[in-house]
């Protein structure tokens, strides 16, 4: 039974084009996360919910904008995707602690 | 604020070799570490971390780090390495107080293990 599972897997599009990327966790966790891997494994904190409320939002473009229905799922839209937009995503879930839960990514390519 | 350094962008070792992987951090208030691991194509699981007691902790894969306070370093080790270690390794510290716990992590480390 997967903790964190992020879908799709793998994503391939065009400039211009929107996409979503979907998180569950099943672990009861308060806090989730979207970090952006870059080519060189660099891991970006882009956004943090605690409880469904935005705790954490680093510069990222406006172009990003993720939504917490509830406190196990953490979506992630993408309006306009450019070229630098490609990278790994990766969902995470948080203890009080800190300590992270990761999904298995979601790979953006944009052609 | 936190920052943490992870010193080596790269490091190359023999198969049963040993090695170090070294971070450092930086915090005006007390903190929680973490070494996460990354296999290629993977996402990031905990190796392991301190949170209070011993500031000696292990792995169940052979890793073990020291959490030295008054050098603010955290560094990873494993007497003999194998291929299957092959890996990226993060370092983080979230704050233990104040409220927040987000997590900051290093730039990472790749561990490449040659046979």
């Known amino acids: 039974d997967t903790a964190v599972s992020q879908t799709p897997k793998y994503l391939v599009t065009q400039m211009g084009n929107d996409k979503s990327i979907k998180c569950e966790q099943n672990l009861g966790h308060d806090t989730m996360y979207w970090y952006k891997q870059d080519s060189k494994k660099f891991l970006k904190i882009m956004f943090s919910?605690?409880?469904?409320?935005?705790?954490i939002n680093e510069t990222v473009p406006n172009r990003f904008s993720p939504k917490s229905p509830d406190k196990a799922h953490l979506n992630l839209h993408i309006n306009s995707l450019e070229l630098g937009d490609s990278a790994v995503y990766f969902c995470a879930s948080s203890r009080v602690n800190g300590e992270l839960f990761f999904g298995e990514g979601s790979r953006l390519t944009v052609l | 604020a936190q920052s943490v350094t992870q010193l080596d962008s790269q490091v190359p070792v023999f198969e049963e070799a040993p090695v170090e992987l070294r971070c450092n951090y930086s915090s005006s208030v007390s903190v929680y570490l973490f070494w996460y691991v990354q296999y290629p194509n993977q996402g990031l699981q905990l190796l392991l971390k301190y949170l209070s007691g011993s500031t000696l902790v292990e792995s169940i894969n052979g890793f073990e780090a020291e959490f030295n306070k008054s050098q603010t370093s955290f560094h990873l080790r494993k007497p003999s390495v194998h291929i299957s270690d092959t890996a990226e390794y993060f370092c983080?510290?979230?704050?233990?107080?104040?409220?927040?716990?987000?997590?900051?992590f290093g730039r990472g480390t790749s561990l490449i293990v040659h046979p």
């Open positions: 983080a510290v979230t704050p233990s107080s104040g409220g927040s716990y987000i997590p900051t």
């Open positions: 919910y605690n409880n469904k409320e935005l705790i």
